[in-house]
């Protein structure tokens, strides 16, 4: 579908794919993205139905995240295809059965690049997209700072499940037992988003997540049955199936990420390139990420 | 598309304040004896539009006001019942924070399904009366 502007866009710096097993972390600062007309580029990018979002949003700092991150993903995918340039207002996307979005390549027949996945998430002050090859992929980004409104062991039995109550309970500092309910929970959400089935199909307290012992940034996952009579049958391991990533962002957020394991390579951690970006204008390299 | 407007005009004032939706005719119908024209626009409107009693205005309210606190937002923001906690910012874990606000605030228990479901403040009230009425019953 050609649409002409008056403003040529300038041309996206192609990207090489992630391999298996590694996903690619993009994100961007809102408070760095000041440039009106830039801005105004990024606002060109959209579909109509992305417009009418960003104009429901309440609030000037709320519409701009929001036409950034659809600005991020349309750009972040449109780099991707490197074999024919992909004009990122021509991506279309819809969503699968459970409401996840995903791209819709009906326009695009001649891209023979292996099936791109990605998933959006966001704070106030940091928009994230993760992308991978072949494997559904799931993130959830949170700020470090985030206060909790109610007391963090009452929500946790609530909606967790028994064994991580438990962890969480064994904390004696407050502040820690936060910060590791908030990883808790982004590792959780990335799981589900990488799921893509809803809420309803994985309810919190149905898994468990623990760190590995011993291990950088590993993490299981296991799926509790509180019907279970007896322990031993209570946790079914899923373990060989989704691989857990969680690290810092910019010194201020924890970055979960959570990628289907088809290849069931269980000792190995998931690699994460990590990039910040400013669409059209720059992109940086995160070689430190620190991996918790 | 040819659409029989009769059940649908008697409902329409109530979310008019909340929602952009337009109804036009495509054939003046004598039936209608004023000379509002509508289009309809099924994008943009909400199934539950059709079936589903409207909160009371209490309820709506006490939604907004703990919706307010959770978010941070000042008492002048605008929030009614047509609001979707997404406009104002809101993500999962606000939600969440959110139902466990009203479930203080009411006395009630919302199931992990049901409260995942709601987007609005008007649902949000909605589900609530349901609760409530359920407790007392």
């Known amino acids: ?292 | 598309m040819a659409t029989s407007f009769t059940s649908s005009i008697s409902m329409q004032p109530r979310f008019s304040q909340a929602t952009t939706t337009r109804f036009s005719l495509q054939k003046p119908v004598p039936v209608f004896k004023t000379n509002l024209s509508f289009t309809l626009r099924p994008r943009s409107m909400p199934a539950r539009l059709a079936i589903s009693c409207a909160a009371k205005q209490e309820t709506v309210e006490k939604v907004s006001e703990i919706v307010k606190k959770q978010l941070s937002l000042s008492q002048d923001q605008k929030v009614t019942a047509g609001t979707k906690f997404t406009d104002l910012g809101a993500d999962s874990l606000d939600t969440v924070e959110i139902v466990m606000g009203l479930e203080e605030e009411f006395g009630i228990t919302m199931a992990e399904e049901r409260a995942k479901e709601i987007a609005t403040v008007q649902q949000a009230a909605e589900l609530i009366e349901e609760l409530v009425l359920e407790k007392t019953a």
């Open chain 1, 1 to 292: 579908m050609q649409r002409s502007f008056s403003i040529e866009l300038p041309s996206l710096v192609p990207l090489q794919l992630p391999s298996r097993m590694e996903t690619h972390l993009w994100y961007i600062l809102p408070d760095e993205v000041k440039n009106t007309s830039l801005l105004k580029h990024y606002s060109q990018l959209l579909s109509p139905s992305e417009k009418d979002k960003v104009v429901r949003m309440r609030g000037n700092v709320l519409k701009k995240n929001a036409l950034l991150a659809r600005t991020l993903v349309r750009t972040t995918i449109a780099r991707y295809q490197t074999n024919n340039a992909v004009d990122p207002r021509s991506l279309m996307f819809k969503k699968n059965m459970y409401g996840k979005p995903e791209v819709d390549w009906q326009n695009h027949k001649n891209c023979n690049n292996p099936p791109l996945h990605f998933n959006l998430s966001h704070t106030d002050s940091l928009i994230a997209c993760g992308v991978t090859v072949h494997v559904p992929v799931g993130i959830d980004v949170e700020d470090k700072e985030r206060k909790i409104k109610h007391d963090v062991l009452a929500f946790a039995k609530r909606f967790y499940s028994t064994d991580e109550v438990n962890f969480l309970s064994t904390i004696p500092d407050p502040e820690v037992q936060r910060t590791e309910f908030i990883k808790l929970w982004i590792l959780k959400e990335a799981y589900v988003k990488a799921l893509g089935k809803g809420f309803s199909a994985t309810p919190f307290n149905t898994f468990t997540i623990q760190s590995k012992a011993g291990t950088e940034g590993g993490y299981n996952l296991r799926e509790t049955s509180e019907m279970a009579v007896n322990s031993l049958e209570e946790t079914k391991k899923c373990n060989g199936e989704w691989k857990f990533a969680l690290l810092e962002l910019a010194d201020s957020h924890y970055a979960a990420i959570c990628i289907e394991d088809d290849q069931a390579s269980e000792e190995s951690p998931m690699r994460v390139i990590v990039r910040k970006t400013i669409p059209f204008v720059e992109d940086e390299l995160i070689s430190e990420s620190k991996l918790l």
